[in-house]
């Protein structure tokens, strides 16, 4: 016979014992029942534990492996496993979580708790301690600003504005970052997702986006052609690497306080260019055609021969607040040497990948979206027709010398769209001013997911931080014309030069009704683009600024008004 509480009757439930031995073996029984109750908790607390991997990562690649896949189209079959193993493995970390790491869930006024979330792309890593001062020593990272700014050295940036920014940055649960080293002389060798988030105490989790085997990584490429000695020999040097230490890895990493879990790395199925054959091609057909050593150390500087393409990385988090107590964070980078058509295949490739996603999403990246044809042929005719002196090179820094900056060191640049540049959502004029980018917006806008949610479109003016309306509005900040900015050309002219590259999506409870009760439950408010920050040392920190947006995990006080 069983009672009510689904424990076994005992005897003296019936009256068989004396009263004194009845009260001690129901102490007895109590006490084991307690026992047995938090053997439970604690077993299911370890079951919870151990669903977060710990550490792991796929096997890395040695100096002479980098060699062979610089030198071999076609590459061996163990290498080859090995390369694939790289490119679609995610590296995990959970350590942060074991230590005792919680997430902060700021409490936004009219929201309540809420998941911060910010996406940066931070340029390779290359200005790795301003980075981590800018996201953890405030007091510190003032200090320098003002220093630099006493010696003139930059613009001094607003100390109000700078102070709520950071307050923005060093409190968000979620980093979304695109563009980060790994073994890599430009940004000092460092596991730049590693080094960060031991800095900030979070998970993390990496996914590499290409491994890195152009002669001018590899400490392989040739100056014989440079005729003045001085100039060769600082280039040798500015080029010579660590063989020890080169591991060749660029990647996509996400950053949380809370723990991650399901994690994958996804690379596009549609290659929007080749990096590999595309510049190896290039580099050889051009290199025949040119005579003169800075034309042909030209062409060295703007090739980047590499292994992979354009990636996802996935990975799920815990939000008890929540109705199905989970949200998705997909970490893209779409391709820029391509057509905007070229960007929309993978932004619909990815929209699929997603669909059957029955919970809260959250899309961020770098987009690319320039509204330009950014294939490789345009641009490197571009970039080839400036240079003329191999010095030119020699002096603009590592920055220059090993890619990073091929499109943001034309100063002459500039796009004719220029209201396009900050709004790429705009809608155009057929023939006379199409808008390039209106086919991304337009498929991300019509799109559903299989329960019948879609990517949050709304403006609402009470819910952004200048009381601006308009599309994407809670999610993307919006200017007076178009979207503020987020990537920048070191020289620019009014808006020439000027570009809205990066995007946070979010799919919350929002059906194709705005106004249904929980529509703005985990909603997008109040995003921010913090070019300030991102500007206010010199150099700067990117070339891309932060972005952020707050996503109320209950349901809000506050909803929108349109």
Request: net charge negative; aromatic share 8%; hydrophobic share 40%.
């Amino acid at each position: 016979m069983t009672n009510v509480e689904g424990t076994p009757r005992t005897y003296f439930e019936a009256g068989s014992l004396p009263a004194s031995r009845s009260a001690l073996v129901f102490s007895v029984q109590f006490f084991l029942f307690l026992v047995l109750i938090l053997c439970s908790g604690a077993s299911a607390q370890n079951k919870q534990r151990s669903d977060y991997i710990r550490s792991s990562q796929p096997p890395l690649l040695k100096y002479q492996e980098l060699l062979a896949l610089n030198e071999e189209e076609t590459i061996d079959p163990p290498l080859a496993d090995k390369l694939h193993t790289l490119l679609t493995t995610p590296f995990i970390n959970n350590q942060a979580y074991y230590a005792g790491t919680k997430p902060l869930r700021p409490d936004i006024k009219g929201m309540g708790p809420s998941l911060r979330v910010v996406e940066w792309n931070i340029e390779r890593g290359v200005e790795f301690d301003a980075i981590k001062s800018l996201l953890t020593d405030k007091k510190g990272f003032l200090a320098k600003v003002d220093s630099e700014a006493a010696n003139n050295s930059t613009e001094k940036v607003d100390d109000q504005v700078l102070n709520a920014q950071m307050d923005i940055l060093q409190s968000a649960d979620v980093l979304v970052l695109n563009e980060l080293d790994w073994g890599m002389k430009r940004s000092d060798y460092r596991a730049v997702v590693k080094d960060l988030a031991a800095a900030l105490k979070m998970n993390w989790a990496y996914g590499v986006e290409f491994v890195e085997v152009d002669p001018k990584v590899l400490g392989t490429q040739s100056f014989e052609n440079v005729e003045n000695e001085t100039e060769r020999k600082e280039l040798e040097e500015l080029f010579s690497t660590d063989k020890a230490r080169l591991l060749g890895l660029h990647g996509t990493a996400i950053l949380s306080r809370y723990p991650l879990r399901d994690v994958k790395l996804v690379p596009f199925k549609y290659e929007a260019y080749d990096w590999y054959n595309g510049e190896k091609k290039y580099g050889s057909v051009e290199a025949g055609k040119r005579k003169g050593a800075s034309l042909l150390f030209g062409e060295s500087i703007v090739r980047e021969v590499r292994r992979g393409g354009r990636t996802n990385l996935v990975a799920t988090i815990d939000v008890p607040d929540l109705p199905e107590r989970e949200v998705t964070i997909v970490a893209t980078h779409l391709e820029n040497r391509t057509t905007p058509k070229g960007r929309v295949k993978q932004l619909d490739e990815l929209l699929d990948m997603i669909r059957p996603i029955p919970h809260p999403v959250i899309v961020a990246g770098d987009m690319n979206t320039t509204g330009e044809d950014g294939s490789v042929i345009s641009i490197k005719s571009a970039v080839l027709k400036k240079i003329n002196d191999p010095a030119f090179w020699a002096t603009q820094g590592i920055k220059y010398a090993t890619g990073a900056g091929l499109i943001m060191g034309l100063s002459t640049f500039a796009f004719k769209k220029t209201k396009f540049q900050a709004d790429p959502t705009a809608s155009g004029v057929p023939l006379l001013a199409a808008n390039p980018e209106q086919g991304f917006f337009k498929d991300l806008d019509k799109y559903r997911f299989d329960d019948g949610t879609r990517i949050d479109f709304r403006g609402d003016a009470e819910l952004s931080v200048n009381d601006r309306e308009g599309t994407l509005g809670n999610s993307n900040e919006r200017a007076s014309k178009g979207f503020v900015t987020t990537f920048a050309l070191p020289r620019t002219l009014g808006a020439a030069g000027k570009f809205r590259l990066d995007w946070i999506f979010v799919k919350s409870y929002l059906k194709d009704d705005p106004k249904t009760a929980d529509s703005y439950r985990f909603a997008p408010a109040f995003a921010r683009t913090m070019n300030e920050s991102n500007e206010a040392l010199n150099p700067h920190l990117s070339d891309h600024a932060a972005i952020s947006v707050d996503l109320p995990i209950t349901q809000p006080a506050l909803s929108g008004s349109k």
